[in-house]
């Protein structure tokens, strides 16, 4: 029995040994698993921070980008404003339009104008996330931009002179590009002296006399009376009320005349004629066919080349006078076959006023009251840093260049004054080829020029502006080209005189928003600032 006892003792000990094992086990398990599930939670948590981080990060980046791509949306549709901003809920942005006129210089705030000579702009911008405020980026992007061009400068003759007093002068006209056409749109006008050049000359409101040494190489037209004489020459076509070629004068091509034509001496017609009346003395010719709706008087010894139609003749030789054929038409002939030549539109004159506007791509500079010499010219222009520059003059007393005075020319240039006085051996100088315009504004729109109190526009002989500027000289007063000067341009003026030995190349420069051809608006002068061109660069930028 006892040792039975001590059997089953040893069996409780070894059972009692084996739970304090198992107890062991289950706690150490318990602790592995609570390590683990902490390590877990805290990895899990530490992933959710950084996710939270990283979206911020994003959000603010991606604001910041979408504030240029507002910004670019407004200048390119041509409603820039200095800062685009988002207001709304969520991720925001804040940008800011820059803008330089050279690709090295400073940048300025706010958006290029018309005027401003912006080449380059550039667009700030700073996005923030929606979940931290605290948390930002910033981007910029720059890209080119091209000034605008004003626009509209359309045409016109290479001399309009509203009034033909003061008219003429014995100068030369040079067709540099297209015809050298010459326009007087009211009162008789008499080419005088050595005036050579013209291609067309229109007097619209007169009589025209050719006279002394003038030679015209185009047309002419004349709502009045056509006196080709001295033995001087029309090498086109004539159209007038009457025409009279006496002496040795000549006109090259055809004649048309709604009134009377006389071809007196030796004086001729070398194209088809078309008159009312046709009278032919001493030995004149008309050297082409004729057709005369009344009557044609002819002298022994004159001559119509080919074929003549008249109502009446009375020929001093049948046999000899029309070497063509001869018809009579009783009753008088119809329309004549010979078609008259159109004849130029002379446009109204048109009152140009000072509107900054007009000049898209320029900068105005305003003079000061006083004197506007070479000196205070030349500094207007070095302000433009190489810019188009309207130079407002109009407070001067006179724009003076004299003596041996120089102003350098950067880019195109306006000059806006009521007086001038250029002489001397001063000049205009240039290194690229440029326009340039001289005008004294006409302020009353009545289409008449309106010449201002004390205005005038003198310009010497041995004053130089140089071929590769052209020229527009504009003024509702009297320009006078002296006698030497040698300028390549257009005049449009009340009065205009080109004189002695004074040339005008004839380049078209034009106005801006007026067609010259017509006297009309031409939808010119108002384009927009300018335009935006490639990105050059985008890049991030550190967050203050």
């Not at 200048?75 to 942005?93: E, H, I, Q, R, Y």
């Not at 540099?176 to 008789?188: E, P």
């Not at 504009?474 to 449009?492: D, E, K, R, W």
Request: net charge neutral; aromatic share 6%.
């Amino acid at each position: 029995m006892r040792a039975l006892n001590r059997i089953l003792t040893a069996a409780r000990r070894r059972v009692a040994d084996d739970r304090g094992s198992a107890m062991a086990s289950v706690i150490g398990l318990l602790a592995v698993t609570m390590v683990i599930t902490t390590v877990v939670v805290a990895a899990t948590v530490q992933s959710y921070l950084y996710t939270a981080d990283a979206r911020a990060s994003v959000q603010s980046q991606a604001a910041a980008d979408a504030g240029i791509d507002a910004a670019y949306a407004k200048v390119k549709a041509g409603t820039c404003s200095l800062n685009t901003g988002d207001g709304g809920v969520g991720p925001a942005f804040a940008s800011t339009v820059w803008y330089r006129t050279t690709t090295t210089g400073a940048w300025i705030p706010g958006c290029p104008t018309a005027s401003s000579g912006a080449v380059q702009i550039k667009i700030e911008s700073t996005g923030t996330s929606a979940n931290d405020a605290d948390e930002r980026a910033k981007a910029e992007a720059v890209y080119n931009w091209t000034p605008p061009t004003a626009t509209g400068f359309t045409g016109g003759p290479a001399v309009y002179a509203y009034d033909a007093a003061g008219f003429g002068g014995s100068g030369r006209l040079v067709s540099a590009t297209g015809n050298a056409d010459v326009m007087v749109k009211t009162g008789d006008v008499s080419c005088t002296g050595a005036s050579t050049g013209a291609d067309d000359l229109v007097v619209d409101g007169g009589k025209l006399t050719v006279s002394g040494s003038c030679n015209i190489s185009g047309n002419v037209w004349a709502s009045k009376a056509l006196v080709v004489e001295g033995g001087t020459s029309v090498g086109g076509n004539a159209v007038a009320a009457s025409i009279t070629v006496p002496g040795s004068s000549s006109i090259g091509g055809g004649a048309w005349a709604t009134g009377d034509m006389r071809l007196e001496g030796s004086g001729s017609v070398g194209g088809d004629v078309t008159a009312n009346n046709l009278t032919l003395t001493g030995s004149a010719r008309a050297k082409s066919n004729a057709w005369v709706y009344n009557a044609t008087t002819m002298a022994w010894s004159t001559n119509i080349a080919k074929n003549l139609t008249t109502k009446t003749a009375a020929l001093d030789n049948p046999s000899g006078n029309v070497s063509g054929t001869r018809k009579i038409e009783s009753k008088g002939p119809g329309p004549s076959p010979y078609q008259t030549p159109k004849k130029p539109t002379v446009p109204d004159w048109v009152d140009y006023d000072y509107k900054l506007a007009d000049w898209v791509g320029f900068t105005e500079y305003k003079m000061p009251a006083g004197s506007c010499g070479p000196a205070q010219l030349n500094a207007a222009i070095a302000s433009m840093a190489g810019r188009k520059v309207v130079i407002d003059a109009r407070l001067c007393t006179s724009v003076s260049i004299g003596g041996a005075d120089t102003v350098a020319l950067a880019a195109d240039t306006v000059i806006i004054a009521n007086k001038y006085d250029l002489g001397g051996s001063g000049r205009f100088s240039s290194s690229a080829d440029i326009k340039l315009w001289l005008i004294t504004p006409d302020t009353v729109a009545d289409k008449v020029p309106t010449c201002p109190s004390g205005a005038s526009f003198a310009i010497g002989g041995a004053f130089v502006i140089p071929s590769r500027v052209s020229t527009m000289f504009y003024s509702p007063c009297l320009i006078s080209l002296a006698s030497g000067l040698n300028v390549t341009g257009q005049i449009f003026a009340g009065k205009a005189s080109i004189n002695g030995a004074a040339t005008l190349h004839y380049v078209p420069v034009g106005l801006p928003g007026v067609d010259l051809d017509t006297g009309s608006p031409s939808g010119g002068g108002s384009t927009p600032a300018g335009t935006v061109g490639d990105q050059q660069y985008y890049r991030e930028v550190a967050a203050g």
